[in-house]
């Protein structure tokens, strides 16, 4: 089982709707989650941080965190084109170094 | 306020030469990973340092490569008699503490070819 599992994608969703991403995890002692952003050729960007079960709010971004279910998720509210980008969920297992899944990639049709 | 800097940008290789990937962290982070993102793929933690110290090397092959965070001066991943399968992405990140929940930021990356 890898450490960290995102659906592959392509997910497609038109402008204006809400893009769901979803991610799990394996290590239960995990601490902190983190959602980076990726254009094609670049560099991973930081989108947000959670580190308490629920919701967490930033903009149009509102990450969600289910320890118990250890399971994490990203929404997009009001999908831009400029959203289209492959989201890397990343867990934090408590010792320093960070563990990616392969990401999602998101394609917003205008 | 400088971010996260790598160098060289693009750099290309003959099988069996060495490469050498320079990452300065942001000011005021002591600490630096490096990953490796094959194409298509996601990213790979490949070793975690602090000045003059590696704390975890778990995922760095076992041969031809290294890495190294002196006291002065830039992290230096070395990679020996490449070949080609070592083509990727190679970025850095750094963050300021330790403890289990410090933010990585990302470099513009270094992108390895090797003929």
């Known amino acids: 089982q890898k450490e960290v599992e995102q659906n592959s994608g392509p997910l497609s969703v038109p402008e204006g709707a809400i893009a769901s991403l979803n991610c799990t995890y394996s290590d239960r002692g995990s601490q902190s989650f983190f959602w980076y952003r990726q254009y094609s050729g670049k560099s991973p960007e930081l989108i947000m941080f959670i580190y308490s079960n629920g919701d967490k709010e930033d903009g149009r971004f509102t990450a969600q965190l289910n320890k118990a279910s250890q399971y994490v998720s990203l929404l997009i509210r009001d999908s831009q084109p400029s959203d289209s980008a492959t989201y890397l969920c990343?867990?934090?297992?408590?010792?320093?170094?960070?563990?990616f899944g392969a990401g999602t990639r998101l394609t917003v049709k205008p | 306020n400088a971010g996260v800097m790598q160098n060289p940008r693009h750099l290309v290789r003959r099988r069996g030469q060495e490469a050498r990937l320079r990452c300065s962290p942001m000011?005021?982070?002591?600490?630096v990973y490096w990953y490796r993102q094959l194409p298509e793929e996601g990213l790979k933690f490949m070793v975690y340092l602090q000045k003059e110290n590696i704390i975890d090397e778990s995922g760095m092959p076992k041969e031809r490569f290294s890495a190294e965070f002196p006291k002065e001066g830039p992290s230096i991943l070395r990679i020996q008699q490449v070949v080609r399968g070592d083509s990727a992405a190679y970025f850095c990140a750094s963050s300021p503490i330790v403890g289990g929940q410090e933010t990585q930021y990302f470099g513009p990356g270094t992108r390895l070819l090797v003929l």
């Open positions: 990343a867990v934090n297992p408590g010792s320093g170094d960070m563990r």
């Open positions: 000011k005021g982070h002591s600490h």
